[in-house]
């Protein structure tokens, strides 16, 4: 079976553009939440969402924005772009009902280069 | 809010020596606690999880153990090997949210 899978891998974007990356979750996981890998550091929680709803938050500012779709796979969406933006974001996907207790499963990240 | 901390930050040990990696955390009331290990520049790798009711899980040569009550889990790796190098990652769910909050990690070095 396929694990999350995130895309792209890399991208470089300027100040000011705007971002979206996506993520697709092991196949019959529900849930997908985002996090936000400053060099360092470790991951910090973004959003959970979870048959399209979301139903967490993280302390993170209105221009971060996510969504997910019908096929349970989520984009996150970064406005106005801030050079401290700049980081590895990694996407995780869980399913109450697999049985392992809520067990997250993460993917390769996507790291962006704010410019 | 929940803090996670992981001593040491670093270690290096000689191929062949067992690791001992530590994670506190300060509220008790967890749901679960992850182990993850992370090679750089890449994604997690679930290594190992434990239920706030069980006390400790093992997987081959990894052991973590847990005290709640203590705020305290404990990474084992027996027998290092060269292939171990690499940061690894304590993350703890508080009861029901299904967010989790990770410690900066243990970058670890097994020397040949």
């Known amino acids: 079976d396929a694990g999350v899978t995130q895309s792209p891998t890399h991208l470089i974007k300027t100040r000011g553009q705007h971002v979206t990356l996506r993520c697709s979750p092991i196949?019959?996981?529900?849930?997908v939440s985002w996090y936000q890998q400053v060099l360092g550091q470790g991951p910090q929680f973004i959003f959970q969402y979870y048959e399209k709803e979301e139903r967490g938050r993280g302390n993170f500012p209105d221009r971060f924005s996510a969504r997910q779709f019908p096929n349970y796979s989520s984009e996150l969406n970064v406005n106005a772009l801030l050079l401290g933006d700049s980081a590895l974001y990694l996407c995780?996907?869980?399913?109450?009902?697999?049985?392992?207790?809520?067990?997250?499963?993460f993917g390769p990240g996507t790291r962006l280069t704010v410019t | 809010k929940q803090e996670v901390t992981q001593i040491p930050a670093a270690l290096s040990v000689p191929e062949g020596e067992n690791l001992v990696l530590n994670c506190s955390f300060t509220d008790s009331a967890i749901y679960n606690l992850q182990w993850f290990r992370q090679d750089p520049g890449k994604g997690l790798t679930s290594l190992l999880l434990?239920?706030?009711?069980?006390r400790e899980q093992t997987s081959g040569r990894l052991n973590a153990s847990l005290d709640k009550s203590s705020g305290r889990s404990t990474l084992y790796i027996a027998a290092s090997q060269p292939g171990d190098s690499a940061t690894y990652l304590c993350?703890?769910?508080?009861?029901?949210?299904?967010?989790?909050?990770f410690g900066k990690g243990n970058q670890v070095v097994v020397i040949p």
């Open positions: 995780a996907s869980s399913s109450p009902t697999s049985g392992t207790y809520y067990e997250q499963y």
């Open positions: 993350a703890v769910e508080d009861y029901g949210n299904n967010r989790l909050a």
């Open positions: 196949s019959g996981h529900k849930s």
């Open positions: 434990i239920q706030s009711s069980q």
